[in-house]
């Protein structure tokens, strides 16, 4: 009888602990932004009912503790923040109370295809335009007052494809404001910018068209303009290798400001120039070589049109000779801020409008044919102000549109994303903000579908405006 209770006794003691078994595929969500805290759940079972304690590994070289002992096949949860755009493999691990591991779980795919980063300081610190660059990374244009030699300094900023600063480069006199509004990559691999200085030139503003490498060391700068002031709102490489500005001028032309065209060689060297305009006030916001060769602008005028400011759309040919041109608007005012040549022969523009809508003043997207003759338009917004600053055609078609709208209580703006499909309707909005002012100034489609916009806030950063730059997934988010 003692023979067999030891046997019993020697083969309990001697029975091998199991393993817990892989734990359950970690659950949470699918995408997130980056440095967002993302929270993910699982559990683990020991076979033979000991608590465990469960790890999770991260997919970027990293690793949660060991998380405190639960009872069997109960819940764990940790978070962690990622801190680049990828795709990563999250997969937990188990451990019971004699420290045996079990194997690795399935793996959860978790995408990171947004951010929002700031850059500024406790001055004024705005993004104007942005380009994604052929490394994957973005190039941003605007000015700051944080990091200046005067008042304002135009401010190049690089960042990689996680929107992480990479240089930063800043061009301006003392004393004097000077402002970037457009930058383009160039086929050298540098970057050119239009905008104005009043630190140089002939006096007031001055367009002012920047050359710089490929790292944002000045090549070369020029400026053009009189007496008076003269602006440089958007520049885009032309197919002859040099460039074309488009702006308005207050010391040429027929009237108090005239839209102003400016075609310059590959060192800047001015071509030609082109005014339009009557005896009102008439600006150029935004420029793109056409198909054909010539070019096409959208800006505002206010000699021409239904009344007060009109939407006005100018057609040259590539030596800047008016072909046609067209006025958009009512007896309120509109402005056309941004234009693209689409798919179809035709021109999309985004501006804003106080004769259409739903009151205030509403964002407006206008559909032209080849020959500037209106297809459709449509108009968004509330009751407040809202704005389209920049607009591009999709890869599906539709369109992409950033600007801002206006927070009906307490009053206050964020800046705003909405696409819509080839006719103009909308798809889905988003909007970005908290408190305060914020706006969206530029907006283009990334390689992987989204959507990166350049623009300014208030609600975020260290103080005054910071320049904003903001990367979404293809749904806005």
Same mark, same amino acid.
């Given at each position: 009888?003692?023979?067999?209770?030891?046997?019993?006794?020697?083969?309990?003691?001697?029975?091998?602990?199991?393993?817990?078994?892989?734990?359950?595929?970690? =659950?949470?969500?699918?995408?997130?932004?980056?440095?967002? +805290?993302?929270?993910?759940?699982?559990?683990?079972?020991?076979?033979?009912?000991?608590?465990?304690?469960?790890?999770?590994?991260?997919?970027?070289?990293?690793?949660?503790?060991?998380?405190?002992?639960?009872?069997?096949?109960?819940?764990?949860?940790?978070?962690?923040?990622?801190?680049?755009?990828?795709?990563?493999?999250?997969?937990?691990?188990? +451990?019971?109370?004699?420290?045996?591991?079990?194997? !690795?779980?399935?793996?959860?795919?978790?995408?990171?295809?947004?951010?929002?980063?700031?850059?500024?300081?406790? /001055?004024?610190?705005?993004?104007?335009?942005?380009?994604?660059?052929?490394?994957?990374?973005?190039?941003?244009?605007?000015?700051?007052?944080?990091?200046?030699?005067? *008042?304002?300094?135009?401010?190049?900023?690089?960042?990689?494809?996680?929107?992480?600063?990479?240089?930063?480069?800043?061009?301006?006199?003392?004393?004097?404001?000077?402002?970037?509004?457009?930058?383009?990559?160039?086929?050298?691999?540098?970057?050119?910018?239009?905008?104005?200085?009043?630190?140089?030139?002939?006096?007031?503003?001055?367009?002012?068209?920047?050359?710089?490498?490929?790292?944002?060391?000045?090549?070369?700068?020029?400026?053009?303009?009189?007496?008076?002031?003269?602006?440089?709102?958007?520049?885009?490489?032309?197919?002859?290798?040099?460039?074309?500005?488009?702006?308005?001028?207050? =010391?040429?032309?027929?009237?108090?400001?005239?839209? !102003?065209?400016?075609?310059?060689?590959?060192?800047?060297?001015?071509? !030609?120039?082109?005014?339009?305009? /009557?005896?009102?006030?008439?600006?150029?916001?935004?420029?793109?070589?056409?198909?054909?060769?010539?070019?096409?602008?959208?800006?505002?005028?206010?000699?021409?049109?239904?009344?007060?400011?009109?939407?006005?759309?100018?057609?040259?040919?590539?030596?800047?000779?008016?072909?046609?041109?067209?006025?958009?608007?009512?007896?309120?005012?509109?402005?056309? *801020?941004?234009? +693209?040549?689409?798919?179809?022969?035709?021109?999309?523009?985004?501006?804003?409008?106080?004769?259409?809508?739903?009151?205030?003043?509403?964002?407006?997207?206008?559909?032209?044919?080849?020959?500037? *003759?209106?297809?459709?338009?449509?108009?968004?917004?509330?009751?407040?102000?809202?704005?389209?600053? #920049?607009?591009?055609?999709?890869?599906?078609? /539709?369109?992409?549109?950033?600007?801002?709208?206006?927070?009906?209580?307490?009053?206050?703006?964020?800046?705003?994303?909405?696409?819509?499909?080839?006719?103009?309707?909308?798809?889905?909005?988003?909007?970005?903000?908290?408190?305060?002012?914020?706006?969206?100034?530029?907006?283009?489609?990334? #390689?992987?579908?989204?959507?990166?916009?350049?623009?300014?806030?208030?609600?975020?950063?260290?103080?005054?405006?910071?320049?904003?730059?903001?990367?979404?997934?293809?749904?806005?988010?």
């Amino acid at each position: 009888m003692g023979i067999l209770i030891l046997g019993l006794t020697l083969g309990m003691t001697c029975k091998k602990n199991q393993p817990p078994d892989a734990p359950a595929i970690p =659950s949470g969500p699918a995408s997130g932004r980056k440095g967002d +805290r993302l929270s993910f759940s699982t559990t683990a079972e020991a076979p033979d009912g000991d608590s465990v304690t469960v790890r999770f590994d991260w997919g970027d070289s990293t690793m949660s503790d060991w998380s405190e002992l639960v009872p069997n096949g109960d819940s764990v949860t940790r978070a962690h923040a990622w801190q680049r755009l990828a795709t990563y493999s999250i997969r937990a691990q188990a +451990r019971d109370t004699r420290e045996t591991t079990s194997v !690795w779980s399935s793996e959860h795919q978790l995408r990171i295809a947004s951010f929002a980063v700031t850059f500024g300081d406790s /001055g004024d610190d705005e993004g104007y335009s942005v380009q994604p660059t052929s490394d994957g990374g973005y190039i941003v244009v605007g000015f700051t007052a944080s990091f200046d030699a005067g *008042n304002a300094d135009v401010w190049l900023i690089k960042t990689d494809a996680s929107g992480n600063r990479l240089w930063d480069k800043t061009f301006g006199g003392s004393d004097y404001l000077d402002k970037g509004y457009s930058v383009q990559q160039t086929s050298d691999g540098g970057y050119v910018i239009a905008g104005y200085t009043m630190s140089y030139g002939s006096g007031g503003r001055d367009v002012w068209l920047i050359k710089t490498d490929a790292t944002g060391n000045k090549s070369w700068d020029k400026t053009f303009g009189g007496v008076y002031d003269d602006v440089g709102w958007a520049v885009q490489q032309t197919t002859d290798g040099g460039y074309v500005i488009a702006g308005f001028t207050g =010391s040429y032309g027929a009237g108090v400001y005239d839209v !102003w065209l400016i075609k310059t060689d590959a060192d800047g060297n001015e071509v !030609w120039d082109k005014t339009f305009g /009557g005896t009102g006030t008439d600006w150029g916001f935004s420029v793109q070589q056409a198909f054909d060769g010539g070019f096409i602008i959208a800006g505002f005028t206010d000699s021409y049109g239904a009344g007060s400011d009109d939407v006005w759309l100018i057609k040259t040919d590539a030596s800047g000779d008016k072909v046609w041109d067209k006025t958009f608007g009512g007896p309120g005012d509109e402005w056309g *801020n941004s234009v +693209r040549q689409t798919s179809d022969g035709g021109y999309i523009i985004t501006g804003n409008t106080y004769s259409y809508g739903a009151g205030g003043e509403d964002a407006w997207l206008i559909k032209t044919d080849a020959s500037g *003759n209106k297809t459709w338009d449509k108009t968004f917004g509330g009751t407040g102000t809202d704005w389209g600053s #920049s607009v591009q055609q999709t890869s599906d078609g /539709g369109y992409i549109i950033t600007g801002s709208t206006t927070v009906p209580v307490p009053g206050y703006r964020d800046a705003w994303l909405f696409k819509t499909d080839a006719s103009g309707n909308e798809v889905w909005d988003r909007t970005f903000g908290v408190t305060r002012d914020n706006g969206g100034y530029s907006v283009q489609q990334t #390689s992987d579908g989204g959507y990166v916009i350049a623009g300014r806030t208030m609600s975020f950063g260290a103080g005054g405006y910071d320049v904003w730059l903001i990367k979404t997934d293809a749904e806005g988010n």
